[in-house]
């Protein structure tokens, strides 16, 4: 019940491409669902985060779409660029707790 | 100014040594965390304290002692190094009544010969 599952573990895409990471978790009192970025030898750092009362949210290229009845959501970038080449987490935790699930990793390599 | 920074960034030790890292924030987070991040990237948490209090210890041996001194930092000392110790390890902060955004420090690459 504590799982968060991400898949796929390693993404390859064409410059300018769509990049799509999905995660799914069991837990229904979850209540916020980040993505984190980390690059090479860096901390992770927020991304985008999104909140079960609405479908998606959109930063820029970096799109959230949330399915409560499935209990999916998924990371989408557009126009995918070489700098975005990073491993992606996507967590889930519920407000006011110490409770944070990370999934296991994506990583991405966006090719020139 | 560094939000949450830690050292160091490398260790390099043998066996059966003690090691500790430094974790300060200076944010006003309430929680702090140590996270380890294995060699396949999986990010496993550790320790978490709340305004000094140990309120996570997710069955890490003993050899792991955190510290919290103060709300602004968290130390981890690491008795008996191993092998299987080598990683890399993470501090985080949060503010509970927040949104729970973490913000982890740059981390520290330990390696045990």
């Known amino acids: 019940q504590q799982q968060v599952k991400q898949s796929p573990q390693s993404l390859i895409v064409q410059k300018g491409g769509i990049s799509i990471i999905n995660c799914a978790y069991e837990n229904t009192a979850f209540d916020y669902f980040p993505w984190y970025q980390q690059f090479p030898g860096k901390g992770p750092a927020l991304l985008i985060a999104i909140r079960p009362d609405v479908s998606e949210k959109k930063e820029g290229r970096f799109t959230i779409s949330f399915n409560k009845s499935a209990k999916q959501f998924s990371l989408h970038i557009m126009d995918s660029q070489p700098g975005d080449s990073a491993t992606y987490f996507c967590?889930?935790?519920?407000?006011?707790?110490?409770?944070?699930?990370f999934g296991t990793g994506t990583r991405l390599k966006v090719l020139a | 100014d560094t939000a949450v920074s830690q050292t160091p960034k490398y260790l390099v030790t043998q066996m059966g040594n003690d090691k500790s890292i430094k974790c300060e924030q200076n944010l006003g987070h309430d929680t702090m965390y140590w996270y380890k991040q294995d060699s396949k990237k999986f990010l496993k948490i550790m320790f978490s304290?709340?305004?000094?209090?140990?309120?996570i210890n997710e069955t890490v041996p003993n050899r792991f002692s955190p510290k919290s001194p103060d709300k602004a930092h968290l130390n981890l000392h690491i008795n008996s190094l191993e092998l299987g110790d080598s990683a890399v390890y993470f501090c985080?902060?949060?503010?509970?009544?927040?949104?729970?955004?973490?913000?982890f420090g740059e981390g520290s690459r330990l390696t045990v010969l």
């Open positions: 985080a902060s949060s503010l509970l009544r927040d949104t729970g955004e973490l913000f």
């Open positions: 967590a889930a935790s519920i407000t006011g707790t110490y409770k944070y699930i």
């Open positions: 304290y709340n305004n000094k209090e140990l309120i």
